[in-house]
């Protein structure tokens, strides 16, 4: 007797409407600040967990749930959101979700996925495939389990793997990653007078390693900064067939040392500075879309705004200009002569001698 195959019923999540929000001049600067009226009222991830006021990682796992919706499988490798948000056998989230071990980002949800997958076959499961997502921090997504997270891209499992980048090992006490960037100060990078510049090496660049390695896979990078393509990238990444890579910007307040209210600002900041360039691969057409925001700004504005590089003298800024002149002309921006001439350290100065800059490591492992 031949054996029946059920073949999955998939969702199909509509887009949010993106005219008018993205490129509009709403503020003096130019930049549209539209936030999202029509976000589904829905919250998968729920208040009452323990992040900080500010949390970066918590507005984006609010914002991805929203978009994904109920039928949705979480999965939460060990880190701030994994530790903040299961405290006591409790936990904010109303769709299911699992601890892994640190190293497990792509394992985990490769199991669920394939078991899926296989009682869907079976006629086992009657339901429509769900949305599987992991959602990982830097230090697990970049290092620790950069090689399960890579497995799971390889094997293409119908699933989406994001990484929360606070720039950190936050949960450990804010320790160095492979993406925290050059000059942050971080409890096992602090500066001082034979390193002055906290750390040396520059930031591991996670998103293009996915897309260049995996070529098959919808990769896109985001931040906190954009509420919309935060939405609208995870629902790509959910209604992709296969697997899906998602790099997300997420400023840690304790780890990063600023106002708590700036942490939105951050996330439109750190892309008009150039530091963290907003882009979707298509792995149909194997192109890069990379967002233009409307304004270019010196790396200082965003620098200036932080803790963690109030130690920073002017040959370590300038080395920054440098490397957000590089990716301006990577995603097919013009580098203004404003910004070109603040490749010199004689333009700059100390951190520390601002007015508005902040002490440097207040708050940081303390
Ligand atoms: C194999 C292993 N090594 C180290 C640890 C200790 N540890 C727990 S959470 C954590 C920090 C994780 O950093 P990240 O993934 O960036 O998440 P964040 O805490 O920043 O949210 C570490 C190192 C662990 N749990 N398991
Ligand atoms: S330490 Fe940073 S990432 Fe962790 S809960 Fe606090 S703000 Fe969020
Ligand atoms: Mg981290």
Request: proline share 8%; hydrophobic share 35%; with cysteine.
């Given at each position: 007797?031949?054996?029946?195959?059920?073949?999955?019923?998939?969702?199909?999540?509509?887009?949010?409407?993106?005219?008018?929000?993205?490129?509009?001049?709403?503020?003096?600067?130019?930049?549209?600040?539209?936030?999202?009226?029509?976000?589904?009222?829905?919250?998968?991830?729920?208040?009452?967990?323990?992040?900080?006021?500010?949390?970066?990682?918590?507005?984006?796992?609010?914002?991805?749930?929203?978009?994904?919706?109920?039928?949705?499988?979480?999965?939460?490798?060990?880190?701030?959101?994994?530790?903040?948000?299961?405290?006591?056998?409790?936990?904010?989230?109303?769709?299911?979700?699992?601890?892994?071990?640190?190293?497990?980002?792509?394992?985990?949800?490769?199991?669920?996925?394939?078991?899926?997958?296989?009682?869907?076959?079976?006629?086992?499961?009657?339901?429509?495939?769900?949305?599987?997502?992991?959602?990982?921090?830097?230090?697990?997504?970049?290092?620790?389990?950069?090689?399960?997270?890579?497995?799971?891209?390889?094997?293409?499992?119908?699933?989406?793997?994001?990484?929360?980048?606070?720039?950190?090992?936050?949960?450990?006490?804010?320790?160095?990653?492979?993406?925290?960037?050059?000059?942050?100060?971080?409890?096992?990078?602090?500066?001082?007078?034979?390193?002055?510049?906290?750390?040396?090496?520059?930031?591991?660049?996670?998103?293009?390693?996915?897309?260049?390695?995996?070529?098959?896979?919808?990769?896109?990078?985001?931040?906190?900064?954009?509420?919309?393509?935060?939405?609208?990238?995870?629902?790509?990444?959910?209604?992709?067939?296969?697997?899906?890579?998602?790099?997300?910007?997420?400023?840690?307040?304790?780890?990063?040392?600023?106002?708590?209210?700036?942490?939105?600002?951050?996330?439109?900041?750190?892309?008009?500075?150039?530091?963290?360039p907003v882009w979707e691969y298509d792995p149909a057409t194997r192109e890069y879309d990379y967002f233009?925001?409307?304004?270019?700004?010196?790396?200082?504005?965003?620098?200036?705004?932080?803790?963690?590089?109030?130690?920073?003298?002017?040959?370590?800024?300038?080395?920054?200009?440098?490397?957000?002149?590089?990716?301006?002309?990577?995603?097919?921006?013009?580098?203004?002569?404003?910004?070109?001439?603040?490749?010199?350290?004689?333009?700059?100065?100390?951190?520390?001698?601002?007015?508005?800059?902040?002490?440097?490591?207040?708050?940081?492992?303390?």
């Amino acid at each position: 007797m031949t054996a029946v195959v059920h073949q999955p019923e998939r969702q199909h999540l509509p887009l949010f409407d993106e005219a008018g929000r993205g490129a509009a001049a709403d503020d003096d600067a130019g930049r549209d600040l539209h936030y999202l009226p029509d976000m589904p009222e829905e919250d998968p991830y729920q208040g009452g967990h323990r992040t900080c006021a500010g949390c970066g990682p918590a507005m984006e796992y609010r914002w991805v749930l929203k978009a994904a919706g109920q039928n949705t499988i979480m999965a939460g490798p060990t880190g701030c959101m994994y530790v903040a948000n299961a405290t006591y056998m409790s936990t904010p989230y109303t769709v299911p979700w699992a601890h892994t071990q640190i190293g497990s980002g792509g394992s985990f949800p490769s199991g669920v996925a394939a078991a899926y997958e296989a009682m869907i076959r079976k006629g086992k499961y009657t339901g429509s495939y769900p949305n599987v997502i992991s959602m990982s921090g830097d230090g697990s997504a970049s290092d620790i389990g950069l090689g399960s997270i890579s497995g799971a891209l390889y094997r293409n499992h119908d699933a989406l793997f994001i990484c929360y980048d606070n720039e950190c090992y936050a949960n450990t006490g804010i320790q160095t990653s492979p993406t925290t960037p050059y000059g942050g100060s971080t409890t096992f990078t602090p500066p001082g007078p034979a390193i002055p510049e906290g750390k040396k090496l520059h930031a591991k660049n996670l998103a293009k390693l996915m897309s260049e390695g995996h070529p098959h896979c919808y990769v896109a990078t985001t931040t906190v900064g954009y509420p919309v393509d935060v939405a609208n990238k995870t629902r790509k990444a959910l209604n992709h067939r296969g697997a899906a890579f998602m790099h997300v910007y997420t400023p840690c307040q304790k780890g990063w040392v600023y106002q708590t209210p700036m942490t939105v600002e951050l996330g439109r900041r750190v892309v008009e500075a150039g530091l963290f360039p907003v882009w979707e691969y298509d792995p149909a057409t194997r192109e890069y879309d990379y967002f233009k925001p409307p304004v270019q700004r010196p790396v200082h504005d965003y620098l200036a705004m932080q803790g963690r590089f109030g130690h920073l003298h002017p040959e370590h800024v300038a080395t920054m200009q440098i490397a957000a002149n590089r990716n301006w002309e990577d995603i097919g921006m013009d580098v203004p002569k404003e910004l070109r001439d603040l490749e010199d350290p004689a333009r700059h100065v100390a951190l520390s001698e601002e007015e508005y800059s902040m002490p440097v490591n207040r708050g940081v492992g303390a």
